[in-house]
């Protein structure tokens, strides 16, 4: 019995992943064209551990992850220190940056501080594999995208509800143990 509601509803990475249907969309950085003071204001409306990059809002094409604390120590660091970064600045995680008309301030570039391969998992992923990739490579948080753009995020704290959940369900599975 137990096995057989394993298998009839076989939970997938989709189920898992945030946003949820009702939540609002995951909040991502695009690679080039948002200002200092929108990545700012992103970080100030969040509480998000990270943000994915992403080529366009409407390509919604993985780049990248940045860590929020990163990009927070990147842009004050770059305010303080380098010359002309100011709130219109714009932001590019590109590998060239296009050179600026005049009049526009310097770009701050962040490329370094981007993880350019962050683990990826497609939604129909079935959860038991996701759960062992987690653990086997330690992952903190993994993007699941859908012919190739980006649907969602589950992180390590995701994966520990779901299976406190499939515990309370079924406490003599050996599936988790
Ligand atoms: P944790 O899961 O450890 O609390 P976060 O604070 O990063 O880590 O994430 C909180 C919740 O928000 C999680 O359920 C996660 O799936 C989701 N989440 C994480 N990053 C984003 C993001 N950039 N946009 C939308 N949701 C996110």
């Known amino acids: 019995l137990e096995h057989?509601?394993?298998f009839s509803h076989k939970t997938l990475a989709m189920d898992i992943m945030?946003?949820?249907r009702s939540d609002p969309p995951l909040s991502v950085i695009t690679q080039d064209g948002m200002t200092v003071q929108e990545v700012e204001e992103l970080i100030a409306d969040t509480t998000y551990s990270g943000f994915p990059v992403v080529v366009s809002h409407e390509s919604q094409r993985l780049v990248g992850f940045v860590l929020r604390r990163d990009v927070v120590i990147s842009i004050d660091n770059a305010r303080l220190r380098q010359e002309g970064i100011v709130s219109t600045s714009r932001v590019?995680?590109?590998?060239?940056?296009?050179?600026?008309p005049p009049n526009?301030?310097?770009?701050?570039?962040?490329r370094g501080i981007m993880d350019l391969s962050p683990f990826t998992v497609t939604d129909h992923t079935a959860m038991?594999?996701?759960v062992d990739i987690f653990r086997k490579l330690g992952l903190r948080q993994c993007l699941v995208t859908h012919n190739g753009r980006l649907l969602g995020?589950?992180?390590?704290?995701?994966i520990l509800k779901h299976m406190a959940q499939i515990a309370n369900r079924d406490p003599d599975s050996i599936m988790f143990n």
Request: glycine share 0%.
């Open 18 to 20: 945030r946003p949820r």
């Open 153 to 158: 995020i589950i992180t390590k704290k995701d």
């Open 4 to 6: 057989k509601e394993e």
């Open 128 to 130: 038991d594999i996701v």
């Open 104 to 110: 526009f301030p310097p770009s701050l570039k962040l």
């Open 92 to 100: 590019f995680f590109t590998e060239y940056t296009p050179p600026q």
